[in-house]
């Protein structure tokens, strides 16, 4: 069994950054991608980034290109979402993900983390 934890979030004014972290660990027998979703109350779950893990190519959100950057450390089967000129719409919770098969990138990873809350504020 495959887990993920995450680490970072929190809260920060609008228009500063924050970083979040996701490591792997358990029983990994491929890792297509990770990346990240989130959540907010009365919203559609949203997409917001993921990386390749193998060729390092990135996919994300429109509303989140040009801010947020993501990277990943495959030693350390890591994750980190760099989440930069932070807006009051990127409050949610974020979530880690995992994709083990053929996909890169969507809605539906094949293994969560347990969520890490970002509120930004004015």
């Known amino acids: 069994q495959v887990q993920l934890v995450q680490s970072g979030g929190g809260s920060a004014q609008a228009g500063t950054s924050l970083k979040l972290s996701c490591t792997a660990s358990?029983?990994?027998?491929?890792?297509?991608?990770m990346g990240w979703l989130r959540e907010t109350p009365g919203k559609d779950r949203e997409f917001v980034a993921s990386?390749?893990?193998?060729?390092?190519?990135?996919f994300g959100a429109d509303s989140v290109r040009g801010r947020f950057r993501i990277s990943k450390d495959n030693a350390r089967n890591t994750v980190v979402l760099h989440a930069n000129n932070l807006k009051l719409d990127d409050t949610a919770m974020y979530y880690c993900?995992?994709?083990?098969?053929?996909?890169?990138?969507?809605?539906?990873?094949?293994?969560w983390g347990q969520g890490t809350q970002v509120t930004v504020f004015s």
């Open positions: 993900g995992l994709w083990d098969g053929n996909s890169t990138s969507g809605l539906r990873p094949d293994v």
């Open positions: 358990g029983r990994i027998s491929r890792i297509g991608a």
């Open positions: 990386i390749d893990w193998n060729g390092g190519r990135t």
